[in-house]
């Protein structure tokens, strides 16, 4: 199979080398507005650089996108015109009306496109998904969720990342309706800047909650940060009837109890996503290999990102205008 990637900053270039030592690709092609780059990602993968995006999906049977989020809506309808498969970053855009598009898009035309939230393919994640899926948890009264990055991104970054609901938050949206199996119907969202003022020149906060109500009566609890002094903190707490349980709770966590006799702060704690969802990363990109293939159906289809991305207005307008918010607000 010849695959493509698009885009080979640092996320890209993961996937870049992750597919060249795949041993179901036989060619990989790479491409990048920075010239330079693509040639040292090359290099590195023995990979041959495509002069344009066009040109890539001319001569690939298959494309993975992980441009800026700007980009991505336009790179899957070219995909999806060239008749290419197509794996994207999250998310599909930073708007709902482009989001819409190019899931219809892709509905129309019978394609394939597999969305990359890497924590579905998480062993932690699918064993929580498997407990509450077959009972053993019992009913599911809450979930709570904590999304703290180690360091807030640069503040080029920011007027094109959507909000801290979009940009980060995102993959809780998702990762909550793959573990519950239900919808969020309500949100109450709220947020505010504390730790880095040039977050108010875009109404973008640094410090952000959220309460969220789901079909099947089970409530969520959701915080987020863009500072954590300690590393990067992504966790998932489910209470049930007959179980409590919690995803990314080890050794490594960037959390440390006060109590007497407890252990200290990690040594190592995780530094980054790549560092905490390395696994994860490898398994979501052998599964487009075989989605591709037809060997399995699509584990994150573009329809999933959708609900995702509703989810993400709804909070940023409850935080925008102080109140409550109806998913069937959100169309």
Not at 169 to 178: K, P, T
């Amino acid at each position: 199979m010849r695959v493509g990637v698009i885009g080979v900053g640092r996320i890209g270039a993961f996937h870049a080398r992750v597919l060249a030592a795949h041993e179901g690709i036989t060619e990989l092609r790479v491409m990048d507005v920075d010239g330079a780059r693509a040639e040292d990602v090359a290099r590195v993968c023995d990979a041959h650089v495509a002069p344009s995006a066009d040109a890539l999906l001319d001569t690939v049977d298959a494309v993975v996108i992980a441009t800026p989020t700007s980009e991505h809506a336009d790179l899957i309808h070219r995909a999806i015109d060239a008749g290419r498969p197509a794996f994207c970053e999250k998310p599909i855009a930073i708007d709902l009306a482009s989001t819409v598009a190019v899931v219809d898009h892709a509905h129309q035309r019978g394609a394939l496109v597999q969305m990359g939230f890497q924590r579905r393919f998480d062993a932690g994640y699918r064993r929580a998904r498997a407990m509450v899926a077959d009972g053993s948890a019992g009913r599911i009264y809450l979930v709570r969720m904590a999304g703290h990055d180690p360091q807030p991104p640069h503040e080029s970054y920011i007027p094109a990342s959507g909000g801290i609901f979009c940009d980060l938050h995102i993959h809780d949206f998702d990762i909550a309706r793959f573990v519950t199996g239900q919808e969020v119907t309500e949100v109450y969202a709220d947020g505010a800047v504390l730790g880095f003022e040039y977050y108010e020149r875009y109404g973008d906060v640094d410090t952000a909650v959220a309460v969220l109500r789901f079909s099947g009566g089970t409530l969520g609890i959701l915080s987020g940060t863009r500072h954590d002094p300690l590393g990067y903190d992504i966790r998932m707490e489910v209470f049930g009837s007959a179980d409590s349980f919690v995803v990314g709770m080890d050794g490594r966590t960037p959390l440390h109890s006060v109590e007497d006799d407890a252990p200290p702060a990690p040594a190592h704690p995780y530094t980054n996503f790549l560092d905490r969802f390395a696994h994860a990363y490898h398994a979501e990109l052998h599964a487009f290999v075989n989605l591709v293939s037809g060997k399995c159906v699509n584990p994150c289809p573009p329809e999933d990102a959708l609900e995702a991305m509703r989810v993400a207005v709804a909070c940023n307008r409850s935080r925008q205008e102080h109140r409550p918010v109806r998913m069937d607000q959100v169309q």
